[in-house]
């Protein structure tokens, strides 16, 4: 009888050991998925929910040596939120290890410089994989145009605060080069002066040189007399202006038309890049105080209003010539 038990236990041992053997390979064995494979883990999700969600999209053949694994090797609660792409035919060890300690896909969104806060919050409101409600009440001008990355499952909060926060440093870079004799004087000044330099140019060669003109202009109590202040009176950014400027909107009562209102509008009228706070900061030294488009994509700058005056019937020749008026 003893013999009979001891033959048993023996056997029971010997398959326990066999079984364990099996799950081992198991944990190492490749998995079925015949190419690369996204894998999204979302806040919540518990060991036992991945194992059968990666079983279902086929990168585990079967769900139980994963969560064994994970039990074993006390990662059950390691899992981490975000986006991943396991190699074909990875392994469970290799599924686990990617998802406890990654690297994760990095997404990412650009805000293009001269954005409106309504047109970089719709930006982030698109990106895949952000979570959450936008903030509210975000100024106009606050958040810096640039490349953000990002990973899945992260909060639009949290990337509106990064960019705030980004804009905030930039501002910070141009005003530690800001002369003595600078009329302006302030952080939101210097953001508003770079968003009209912003708006004023596409051509990156000529934002110091538009920079300057507005210094010079604000130095001489001049009207800053620029389009896309006014073009802002008639929007607020919301929206695009699908027509050109009317007189009336040149004439129209408002702080942020500086055809009518003297010195900087109250605020920025849109997000200006770090050239353009830079170039506002510390322009260079000119005599000019006028510039209009030239045809090219550039402008014509001039030291007098006669010479501007010249270049001004030049380009509406040339608009006329483009069926432009």
Do not use: C
């Not at 009207?223 to 802002?232: C, N």
């Not at 510039?291 to 030291?303: P, Q």
């Amino acid at each position: 009888m003893l013999r009979a038990l001891l033959v048993v236990l023996v056997l029971g041992l010997g398959v326990a050991a066999f079984a364990g053997y099996v799950l081992f390979q198991r944990f190492d064995a490749p998995g079925p998925a015949a190419a690369d494979a996204r894998i999204l883990i979302e806040r919540g999700q518990s060991v036992a929910g991945v194992a059968a969600m990666l079983e279902g999209q086929g990168v585990l053949q079967e769900a139980l040596p994963f969560r064994i694994l994970a039990r074993l090797e006390n990662k059950a609660a390691a899992l981490k939120v975000g986006e991943y792409m396991a190699p074909a035919g990875a392994s469970p060890r290799q599924i686990l290890t990617l998802l406890t300690e990654g690297p994760a896909i990095v997404r990412r969104f650009t805000v293009p410089e001269g954005a409106t806060t309504a047109e970089a919050l719709k930006i982030v409101a698109a990106a895949e994989g952000l979570t959450g409600p936008l903030p509210e009440g975000v100024p106009e001008g606050a958040l810096l145009p640039e490349t953000y990355h990002y990973a899945w499952g992260d909060t639009r909060q949290a990337a509106v605060a990064r960019m705030a926060k980004a804009m905030e440093a930039a501002l910070a870079e141009a005003l530690a080069v800001l002369p003595a004799d600078h009329p302006l004087k302030t952080a939101e000044e210097l953001a508003t002066l770079a968003s009209i330099v912003e708006k004023e140019t596409a051509l990156a060669a000529e934002r110091p040189r538009v920079a300057a003109v507005f210094v010079n202009r604000l130095r001489r109590g001049m009207l800053l007399q620029s389009d896309p202040t006014t073009i802002y009176a008639v929007t607020r950014g919301q929206t695009k202006l699908s027509r050109p400027l009317t007189y009336a909107d040149l004439r129209r009562d408002d702080p942020y038309n500086t055809y009518v209102a003297p010195g900087l509008p109250p605020g920025p009228i849109a997000s200006p890049g770090r050239a353009s706070l830079m170039a506002a900061a510390n322009p260079p030294e000119t005599d000019e105080f006028y510039f209009v488009a030239d045809g090219t994509g550039g402008h014509a700058f001039a030291r007098t209003l006669n010479e501007h005056n010249r270049n001004v019937r030049a380009w509406r020749r040339i608009e006329r010539e483009r069926g432009l008026r």
